[in-house]
C-alpha cells in the first residue's frame, strides 16, 4: 500500500507565496513522476506542474515562470514552491504520483488535497 501526504495549503493574499509539500509512504520501489494537480470550483482537475526522476518538469501555461518544481528523491518528496499567486490560483491542490511497487508493478497515486486560497 502507498499514500501520499500533502501539506502547506492556507489562505493568502495576491502577490504572496507559498511553498506544497507532498511525501511518498509505503512500499515504494521506484518514483518515476511526482507532480502537482490543481481543481478550481466548478472546473476540471488541471496540470499544474510534474517532475520525472530523471529531472524533466513540465509546467501548465497558467503557472510558468510563477511555480516551481523540485524533489527529494531520497526522502520521497515533491515540493511546490508558488510566486506571485493570483486569485485564479485557488484551488484545491492535488498530489500525483507514478509509484512502483516492484519492478513490473505501478501504480497512478493521488494525495487527499490541500486547500490553497488567494484573496484579492
Known amino acids: 500500500q502507498v499514500q501520499l501526504v500533502e501539506s502547506g495549503g492556507g489562505l493568502v493574499q495576491a502577490g504572496g507565496s507559498l511553498r506544497l509539500s507532498c511525501v511518498a509512504s509505503?512500499?515504494?520501489?521506484?518514483?518515476?513522476?511526482m507532480g502537482w494537480y490543481r481543481q478550481a470550483p466548478g472546473k476540471q482537475r488541471e496540470l499544474v506542474a510534474v517532475l520525472t526522476s530523471s529531472g524533466s518538469t513540465k509546467y501548465g501555461d497558467s503557472v510558468k515562470g510563477r511555480f516551481t518544481i523540485s524533489r527529494d528523491n531520497a526522502k520521497n518528496m515533491v515540493y511546490l514552491q508558488m510566486s506571485s499567486l493570483k486569485p485564479e490560483d485557488t484551488a484545491v491542490y492535488y498530489c500525483?504520483?507514478?509509484?512502483?511497487?516492484?519492478?513490473?508493478?505501478?501504480?497512478?497515486?493521488w494525495g487527499q488535497g490541500t486547500q490553497v486560497t488567494v484573496s484579492s
Open positions: 500525483n504520483a507514478a509509484i512502483r511497487v516492484g519492478v513490473w508493478e505501478e501504480y497512478d497515486t
Open positions: 509505503g512500499s515504494i520501489f521506484s518514483i518515476p513522476s
